[in-house]
């Protein structure tokens, strides 16, 4: 009697919890249902920030923006830049100013130079690493274009193979150049073209090969394959040699970054500290200082900067 009595409280407890289920789960469709039309069917509501910013990404200097973004392969619009900018300059202030203790027009002075420095130095950092990507790829494009010439495909074929099989950068170069060659655009004009966009010598060494076989013909899937050893051959020797100097290279950005971070920090510990750094010999000593930062700087990436 008892064994029964609990399984039909079970039974009826099952049911009204089923029951009280499937009014939150209607309930829940209709507060969907009106969140849709009072948002317009699921469209977010923009702020006046990302309006505003929109509008920007679509004026001619922002085109010109985007076009060096993309060229250093940085991911983002001109916009989302232009605010990363805002909010780096800002940041700089604040540590300047707060940690510090540099007095505020000299903070607006030194936190410009540090972030157009920034800048400039990320969009060449990012543009080299665009092109050593592409490098790094050649290898495998090489092996790419051996295996389909191989096959019987044509080299017209085989750059549009590369341009669907192979990851960025080197999926929107040779998309460019299999769309510069359907539009019957000379061959090497078109990988002339490209070499001048990547402007690199192991792909000078790629457009050499591919004019001449082009050109003069002959067994194209014997030298790419060749190639393709060589090049790796060469990237595991560059990356041996990067690994052997890498403690010096790094020695050349902490040597400028010391000195500077010690008289800041003493800056905050006393009172004035900077202030003879801007009297007349303070000035002399300090374009001294610059002078002999930037020629170690140079000396040191000069000496660990090995060619293979």
């Known amino acids: 009697m008892m064994e029964a009595s609990i399984a039909a409280i079970a039974a009826l407890l099952f ?7 499937l009014d939150y789960r209607m309930e829940k469709r209709d507060w969907r249902k009106k969140s849709n039309q009072i948002y317009r069917e699921g ?3 923009k702020s006046a920030i990302v309006l505003l910013g929109a509008k920007f990404d679509k004026t001619e200097t922002a085109k010109e923006m985007d076009e060096k973004l993309v060229d250093a392969n940085i991911p983002f619009t001109p916009s989302e830049f232009i605010g990363a900018l805002i909010v780096s300059y800002m940041g700089f202030m604040i540590v300047l100013m707060n940690f510090f203790n540099v007095p505020t027009g ?17 969009f060449l950092v990012r543009k080299n690493k665009k092109r050593q990507m592409l490098v790094e790829q050649l290898p495998e494009i090489c092996r790419l274009l051996a295996n389909s010439t191989r096959s019987g495909m044509t080299l017209n074929q085989g750059i549009q193979l590369v341009a669907k099989e192979m990851a960025e950068p080197a999926k929107s170069e040779f998309k460019n150049l299999a769309h510069e060659l359907s539009l019957g655009i000379d061959f090497g004009a078109a990988i002339r073209a ?18 001449i076989q082009k050109k003069a013909g002959g067994n194209l899937y014997a030298v790419l394959d060749e190639m393709s050893q060589t090049l790796d051959e060469r990237k595991l020797l560059k990356q041996e040699v990067k690994t052997m100097t890498a403690e010096q290279r790094y020695v050349s950005y902490i040597v400028p970054v010391i000195p500077i971070f010690l008289v800041l920090m003493m800056n905050n510990v006393i009172d004035g500290f900077l202030d003879p750094l801007f009297s007349g010999i303070g000035i002399i000593l300090f374009a001294i200082f610059v002078v002999g930062t930037v020629l170690t700087f140079v000396v040191v990436r000069k000496i660990t900067n090995i060619r293979v």
Do not use: C, H, P, W
Not at 15 to 21: A, D, T, V, W
């Open 194 to 211: 490209m070499e001048k966009r990547v402007d690199n010598k192991e792909f000078q060494l790629f457009a050499a090969t591919m004019l």
């Open 43 to 45: 469209e977010k509501r």
């Open 106 to 122: 000299i903070a607006l002075i030194v936190s410009f130079l540090l972030l157009e420095g920034g800048r400039r130095m990320l």
């Open 15 to 21: 049911l009204i919890g089923l029951y009280f289920f």
